[in-house]
């Protein structure tokens, strides 16, 4: 299934801006590695993997990028590295085993609606099957864990933290990407400065 | 568990990083483990900074403490939302409650500067009734200091660090700004377009980066990262204004140094063990004082409990931990019909501080508003919590970035017993009882935040806003340790010092006994100017010693 989405600002990408005072070193340093050292897989099994992936993509599909942001690795690294967002809820174990607890809550979705695994659904059951476990309509044991919450806190926050902090989430939606040591001029309604995207490609009603 | 991308203590071998450099230094007096400094400061953010600038430049021996590093802007800040995570206190904390708060980026910094590192430099002032908000407002408690000694400290404060603010300030007695407001950005007119049509003032908001150049530092370039760290040093953190001051004036700051326990010896603190470098270690001090803010000074006093004191320091009262607030941060977003493309620029160039000054309504204290730019994952992140949208939505709704605006709230909410820190048994890196908070919102919050949404909202459909959205949050903390006039019901008296033990005192916004509805920061720096200013009187009167009644 391949979803279109407009996007008002084709062609515009910020890493066009790299040798420019848009960019300093720190940020090269930074993106240089995002882009070109993406993590191997460390913390999830070999098993788990596929139900990564594919929630990666239920909840950030990325059909229409013939090079796709790779959040399963990122999302890998941050576990592995044990790194925390400064919150625990008091009724959420840490994140390490909240996910792995949560991947086989999925599978036990999955198989309660008659699939094999997560993975193995077709994207727009893996879809109709995250909905319901936002809206608290489950048909497997969570064993304890707080469904909404780690779906929304856990996987989605995580992988748009890594999406629109990505070069290429970040082109998609016409935002201005790094600004350092220059930063802008044009602050009024309607105006961009010439390094920034050009105007956006707006549908009638967006 | 490893903190990843985090340097080791920088401040050795009598120098510390010069913050106005890329990687140069500038001496530093130094003291060993051994001997006894007049103050020993936990924390060198707005309470711990701005105290050590002050003692030390009145004469005292001074050595400031900090969990985090000692940053230099200029060359270890990327513009990247992801990497600048490193700026935020990021272990976690429990949290529990009937509405649990969120840490980290929200508001708890781990460096030396402390939140100012990454706030997004609102430098508002309480409105004067709040500080005797029992007795003039009929609400909370009073704060055990008069309006008009804190507003002079405001106007010290906001000279310290250039305010950029406009000319006649629409709310409250009159403040006059050292630097001149900021062209309003787009998204600030959204607000200001909103606030003339609902026939309310609006004002361009004071902020704490300046509008012309000052010194080292160049005037902001509207890169719209404050969140995140500013790499070019227009923002006039504590870590650019205070500390420099305090390492002029003879001050060690001891970066990447966690304290885990304030050891006392027949009623009087001795010392700070703290963890650096891979050891502890141990550090004499005539004074110790506390300047960790609302969760690491509940925990460091409740962890360093002993015989004498078996429910933690200065906390023979039971209110060490207690009455901890935030400020409701719930928030309207609304399509516009043109680009605001509101990255650009401080994040909240306009502000509303109506419903503060207005008591015409359902609920006790007040709210303040502003203009909002959250940066693309801070705001995607927004999204997916609060509306739990994913998939081609989720994508479709982020290609509208730079058509939002948006208003969102600075509430008080307000001091609750039962809103609170106390000790976890698990335990961090350091082998130290993790915090846990627990916190719940009464009825006058719930009340606050329906005006406000339904406020923000009308105001935001004034200004042209579309398919509005409501979203959820909190933000900054404030109490904890609150100090008081009576031993009975507070951690400190007016000064800082804690009623218990006359050397332990604190200097953070733990103090605070109510939140007020504005940004806490100037607040916390000018009650550590204050109690500054009243530790050097004492000192000078010869009274170590408080007669404790």
Known sequence: MSETVHRPYPGWNVLEKWDSPSFNDATREVLRKRLQEVPARRFFTAGEWPAVEALCDTVLPQDDRADPVPLANWIDATLHEGRGNGTRRADMPAPPEAWRLGLAALDAEARARGAADFALLGADARAALLRDVDAGRLRADWQGLPARRFLRNLVMAEVVAIYYSHPAGQSEIGFGGPASPRGYVRLQPGRADPWEAPPGAWEDTP | MTIPDRPGPRAVDGRAPDVFSRDGSVAMRQFPDREEVDFAIVGAGCGGGVLAAKLAEAGFSVVAFDAGPFWRPLSDFASDEREQEKLYWLDPRISGGDDPLEFGQNNSGRAVGGSSVHFQMVALRFRPDWFAARSRLGYAVDWPVDWRTMWRYYDEVERACAISGPANYPWGPKRRYPYRAHEVNAAGQVLARGAEAMGVPWAPTPLATVSAPRGKSPPCVYRGMCKIGCSTNAKQS????????????????????????????????????????????????????????????????????????????????????????????????????????????????????????????????????????????????????????????????????????????????????????????????????????????????????????????????????????????????????????????????????????????????????????????????????????????????????????
Not at chain 2, 383 to 409: I, P, S, W
Not at chain 2, 426 to 447: I, M, Q, T
């Open chain 2, 238 to 549: 504590v870590l650019i204004t205070y500390i420099p001051r305090a390492l002029d004036a003879g001050a060690e700051i001891r970066d990447s140094a966690m304290v885990g326990r304030i050891e006392t010896e027949n009623g009087r603190a001795t010392g700070v063990e703290y963890h650096r470098d891979g050891q502890w270690r141990f550090q004499r001090a005539r004074n110790v004082v506390c300047a960790g803010y609302s969760i690491e000074t509940p925990r460091l006093l409740l962890n360093s409990a002993n015989g004498a004191h078996p429910h933690g320091l200065a906390n023979s009262s039971g209110t060490v931990g207690r009455y901890l607030m935030a400020h409701l941060n719930d928030a309207v977003w609304g399509v516009m019909d043109e680009e605001i493309r509101w990255y650009k620029g401080p994040p909240s160039m306009a502000c509303c501080e109506h419903w503060n000054y207005t008591d015409d309504k359902d609920f006790d204290g007040g709210y303040s508003f502003m203009s909002q730019g959250p940066l693309p994952t801070d705001f995607a992140r927004t999204l997916v919590t609060n509306e739990g949208v994913f998939g081609h939505d989720l994508r479709r709704q982020m290609t509208l970035y730079n058509r939002m605006a948006g208003l969102k709230m600075v509430g008080e909410t307000m001091p609750q017993a039962s809103n609170r820190v106390t000790l976890a048994e698990e335990r961090d890196d350091f082998g130290l009882p993790r915090a846990r908070v627990a916190f719940s919102h009464c009825d006058n919050d719930r009340r606050m935040q329906r005006h406000a949404r339904d406020f923000m909202g009308r105001m935001l459909k004034a200004a042209g806003g579309r398919d509005l959205l409501e979203t959820g949050a909190t933000a900054h903390l404030m109490g904890g340790c609150r100090m008081g006039d009576d031993p009975e019901t507070s951690v400190t008296d007016s000064d800082g010092r804690t009623w218990d033990i006359p050397n332990l005192w604190i200097c953070d916004g733990s103090l605070m006994p109510t939140a007020g509805g504005v940004n806490p920061s100037m607040t916390i720096m000018a009650n550590a100017a204050r109690i500054a200013d009243r530790i050097g009187a004492l000192a000078a009167q010869h009274e170590p010693e408080r007669a404790h009644g």
